[in-house]
């Protein structure tokens, strides 16, 4: 059964990494939530490109014919379970699993998705990323409690055109914030 969203959680936002962000790890980051509720949290990156593999290689690799699709970024969507893959795409299409994570956009973790882009039948608009980035119950509150993410309210799916390396300026932008601007909070006066 789809899952619906979840009112009073931060998922279908921006997790954009800040200047001065702490952990090196998440230097200019973009992360989509996509789960956030009393359990933790789950997001896909959405600036990095995974090494040494594109979608065709991807789909080649669970013996899905990619002779249909166009080669495209594969995303390092987080360090945890680096092997695990997921769509993020447009709500045009969805199966019996995808999470629904704002208003135009689902998230899909099963083969399905991926049969159905090879043969020309799946979403309009999609990213694949392999991995996510994982928060225990109540460990991304205190990190928002702390310097170092700016929550975004930007729609998420107008960076999905965006090549993944221009994603966290483009996300501040739409923002309305130049990320040159933005002053560290470290540092001494």
């Known amino acids: 059964m789809m899952q ?20 090196p790890r998440f230097a200019r980051s973009v992360i989509l939530l996509c789960v956030h509720d009393e359990g933790g949290a789950l997001g896909i990156a959405l600036h990095e490109p995974a090494r ?6 991807l789909l080649s690799s669970f013996d899905i014919g990619a002779q249909r699709v166009a080669d ?6 987080g360090p945890v379970e680096p ?11 969805t199966a019996k699993d995808s999470h629904i994570v704002a208003p135009d ?17 799946g979403p309009r608009d999609y990213l694949v990323a392999l991995g996510y980035a994982g928060w225990s119950a109540g460990q991304l509150e205190r990190e928002l409690a702390s310097p170092g993410w700016f929550v975004s309210m930007a729609d998420p799916r107008r960076l999905f055109d965006m090549a993944p390396d ?4 483009g996300a501040f932008a739409l923002e309305g914030i130049d990320p040159a601007m933005l002053a560290s909070s470290s540092g001494h006066a």
């Not at 040494?52 to 290689?57: E, N, Q, S, W």
């Not at 998230?107 to 090879?118: D, M, P, Q, Y």
């Open 4 to 23: 619906t969203l979840s009112h009073g959680s931060l998922a279908g936002q921006l997790l954009l990494a800040m200047p001065d962000m702490p952990d």
């Open 52 to 57: 040494d593999i594109g979608l065709r290689a």
């Open 72 to 77: 495209a970024v594969v995303l390092a969507g």
């Open 83 to 93: 092997r695990r893959g997921f769509v993020l795409h447009s709500r045009d299409w």
């Open 105 to 121: 956009i689902a998230l899909t973790g099963s083969l399905e998705v991926l049969n159905a882009i090879a043969r020309g039948q």
């Open 166 to 169: 221009a994603r966290w300026a």
